[in-house]
Structures are given as C-alpha cells and as structure tokens.
C-alpha cells in the first residue's frame, strides 16, 4: 500500500520560501511519477511539478517555473518542493501524489500531463501565504 505523508507546511510572509516534504512509502511498481499538487479555495486541483523515477527528470507548471523546484533523495524516499518567492496566489492545499506503471513511457507521460487523477494521494498540508 502506497503511503505518502506530507511535511513542511504553514504560514509564511509573502517573498517568503517554503520546503514541503513528502515521505514515500510502499512504492512498489516498476515505474513511479511522484507529484505535487494544490488546490485553492473554489478551484480545480493543479499539477505544479512531477519528477520520474527512472531518471529523475522534471516537469512543472509554466506559471511556478523559476520558483519552484522539485527534487528527490532516494536513499530518504522523499520527494521535495522548494518554494521560493511565495505570493498570497499560492495559499493553497498542497498535496503529494504518486503514480506507478510497468511502462517508464507511461510514468514518464503522468509527469508530462499531471493529471488530477493519480493512483496515490497524501492527506494534503496547508500553505498560506499572508503578512
């Protein structure tokens, strides 16, 4: 059973950066993409950044490009998302999300796409962004 536990979170000054944390567990298919999402009051839940497991390459939404960065220790089995240059827009949920395949081509499709409907969620973790 997958798990995915999500850390970091909480308020922070606008400018201002947060690292969010996403501890894995249970990951057990060939191939995973493990992603970061958000949802915001009255909105439709968001791909922001997704990173593959085979390789270890990135994909993320044009408008966070430049201020955040996802990133991976394996030997941690976390997956992280550097925040930098917060601004009220991005008070959302934040949410770690995992999907695996036998298929690299597939996993590797997931990060492209960043569809709301992978397999795996974790309970999700408040950011506000708010002097």
């Known amino acids: 059973q997958v798990q995915l536990v999500e850390s970091g979170g909480g308020l922070v000054q606008p400018g201002g950066s947060l690292r969010l944390s996403c501890l894995t567990s249970?990951?057990?298919?060939?191939?995973?993409?493990i992603a970061w999402f958000r949802q915001a009051p009255g909105k439709e839940r968001e791909g922001l950044a997704c990173?593959?497991?085979?390789?270890?390459?990135?994909n993320y939404k044009e408008s966070v490009k430049g201020r955040f960065t996802i990133s991976r220790d394996t030997a941690k089995s976390t997956v992280y998302l550097q925040m930098n240059n917060l601004g009220p827009e991005d008070t959302a949920v934040y949410y770690c999300?995992?999907?695996?395949?036998?298929?690299?081509?597939?996993?590797?499709?997931?990060?492209?796409?960043?569809?709301?409907?992978?397999?795996?969620w974790g309970q999700g973790i408040q950011v506000t962004v708010s002097s």
């Open positions: 249970g990951l057990t298919s060939d191939y995973y993409a």
């Open positions: 999300a995992a999907d695996g395949s036998i298929s690299v081509t597939t996993a590797k499709a997931m990060c492209f796409m960043m569809p709301p409907r992978f397999a795996s």
């Open positions: 990173i593959s497991s085979s390789d270890g390459s990135t």
